[in-house]
């Protein structure tokens, strides 16, 4: 008999908060590290960012945007709590009560609406006080001040949250580090000691996070998050092969492979050895790292696209350490011949989702959860009606392949979370990047009246869920 998606398949949406929230300082909220980023265009794409200040304006209007996600009939919608508005700096005693307020009413609401919350705790939003004083995630200090954030959240929300995601692209820290870790590379630091620390205090953060969570609500389910961005090989010849195995390892399956088996693998042990790298790490973070890595309960994954990766015909073969720094930061952005992209150059690869799902399966051996895909189009609003095929054609193709990897496959997959309810500001500060099935109407220097429109994908969306998947087709009467 075939597998099936489960009747109580968490199909949904997901967003982060402090893209999409704005209320830039309300409530007693702090500065944060996408606050402050300045951004640096992606290649080809000309500079049209945001500020922060009102965003989507989700602050002042989450109960009408849950109202339309109820309507469409979710399961279940990811959030991310705001550390800044919780902690305004991030080294206080007590929490902002206020921002604690904010969120519960938050989850009131969704709960009223029969939509399950899932509640990531750190998603873009370290606060930038621990940037500027600390270095982010560098500190063993900000490790600390991030539990106690962590503590002050759960103790608050315990019983009404069962999902938890302790770190939103926990793999992105070093790649993305003012954003994701907030801090930056030391001036008196190589890279490979600067990735292998920064990598290592990730796990600890993840580590303590799972046990202040257990610690307040055993019947929580936790989970590790990937930024999940597979690698595939330039060519067929077994160079390349190698050079993405190493890529997808030290990208993609670092931090999970250390938090689901509670020790640092062998290959990251070699990368070290080999440049001479020695850990600031104490037995006593080892030792949380093993206990916490019993504790998982499940493994979130973003998948927007693949990426290709290949040796460097310009570094002999046999220097292995230069071929493997190379890799390590290859800003070639080599394309795939085979596949479509989005303005922005992010490929459209659906077997990739596939692939990678099977893949988690057999390594990690536990439920997964997709926690974001999605794509960004830049699209007009036209008579308050936006005709989103493009994306609809995306999740067609991803809702196929993940159903594949359900039925043929035998992927023990948790749930579904687009990316996203409600357009907002990406991860770059464009509101030209749309990903929303409801348009918010507002440009990059106009914020009109921010109200909400209905996409063609929005009624698409909702037959998807209410047949459980079943129903694909494209036949939306608009």
């Given at each position: 008999?075939?597998?099936k ?7 949904g949406?997901?967003?982060s ?28 794409i ?65 709960l ?33 001040f ?6 002050d959240v ?26 994701v870790?907030?801090?930056e590379q ?74 689901t ?44 696209r ?31 011949p085979?596949?479509?992209a ?14 990678a ?5 057999e ?12 794509i960004g189009?830049?699209?007009p ?35 579904y ?29 106009d914020?009109?009246?921010?109200n ?9 969306y909702q037959k ?9 087709d ?5």
């Open positions: 008999m075939k597998n998606l489960s009747d109580n398949f968490l199909w949406a997901a967003l908060n402090v893209q999409a929230e704005g209320g830039y300082l309300s409530g007693g909220k702090g500065l944060n590290v996408y606050d402050t980023l300045t951004v640096t265009p992606e290649p080809g000309p500079p049209m960012f945001c500020d922060t200040s009102v965003a989507s304006d989700h602050y002042h209007r989450y109960k009408e945007d849950i109202s339309y996600m109820k309507e469409m009939g979710f399961k279940a919608y990811r959030f991310s709590v705001v550390w800044s508005r919780v902690q305004p700096l991030g080294d206080e005693e007590a929490p902002n009560e206020e921002g604690l307020d904010f969120y519960e009413s938050m989850i009131d609401c969704l009223e609406a029969g939509i399950e919350p899932v509640v990531s705790l750190v998603h873009f939003d370290m606060p930038d006080h621990l940037r500027v004083k600390y270095n982010g995630f560098m500190s063993k200090e900000v490790i600390d991030y539990a106690k954030h962590v503590g759960v103790n608050r929300l315990k019983g009404k949250v069962k999902y938890w995601i302790t770190y939103n692209e926990i793999n992105l820290v070093s790649g993305l580090p003012y954003l870790s907030g801090c030391p001036a008196d630091m190589d890279y490979p000691t600067f990735f292998s620390q920064l990598t290592f205090n990730a796990a600890v953060a993840h580590a303590k996070a799972v046990e202040v969570i257990k610690a307040a609500d055993s019947k929580a389910w936790v989970a590790g998050m990937l930024g999940h961005c597979p690698f595939n090989p330039q060519s067929t010849r077994s160079e390349d092969l190698w050079a993405t195995q190493f890529r997808n390892n030290m990208h993609n399956y670092l931090p999970m492979d250390i938090m088996s509670g020790e640092l693998p062998s290959y990251f042990h070699n990368y070290m050895a080999k440049r001479n790298v020695i850990l600031q790490a104490s037995e006593a973070e080892h030792q949380v790292i093993h206990t916490a890595s019993k504790k998982l309960d499940y493994l979130a994954l973003s998948y927007y693949t990426n290709v990766a290949g040796i460097f015909e310009n570094i002999p073969y046999d220097d292995i350490t230069a071929q493997e720094d190379a890799i390590m930061q290859d800003d070639r952005r080599l394309k795939n085979h596949y479509d989005n303005e922005w150059g992010w490929n459209k690869d659906p077997e990739g989702l596939r692939l799902l099977i893949d988690m399966h390594r990690y051996k536990k439920p997964l959860f997709i926690v974001e895909n999605g189009i830049d699209e609003l036209v008579d308050e009606k936006v005709y989103d095929d493009e994306r609809i054609d995306y999740y067609q193709m991803h809702i196929k392949s993940i159903k594949r990897s359900v039925e043929e496959d035998g992927v023990n997959l948790m749930g979370l687009a990316w996203s309810p409600i357009d907002f500001l990406s991860s770059h500060k464009e509101m030209r990047k749309r990903y929303g099935f409801l348009y918010v109407n507002r440009t990059t220097d914020l009109k009246d921010l909400r429109y209905k996409k063609k994908s929005f009624y698409w998807v869920i209410k047949s459980n998947g079943e129903d694909l494209n036949n939306i009467d608009y």
